[in-house]
């Protein structure tokens, strides 16, 4: 992961969205809680965990590949 210019004083980097590929090939870009630290994140998106990716009758099991944080100064 790239790390974050600093941030200007009084300012925090907060988590503004994520990427989540998987097997399948399917990338999901979703928001998360700002104060989130990366290891809440990379602990829930863990490398090899399942998820449903399918959408209504169609359910597609698929696993996490690579989680990308994306962060800005708020």
Known sequence: MKKLKKCPRGK???VDF???HY??????STSMNPDLKDSEIKDYFKVGKAF???KGPLDKIAT????KIHRKCK
């Open 12 to 14: 925090k980097s907060k």
């Open 18 to 20: 994520v990427d989540v």
């Open 23 to 28: 097997s399948d090939g399917t990338k999901i």
């Open 52 to 54: 449903n990716v399918g």
């Open 64 to 67: 996490v590949k690579k989680v």
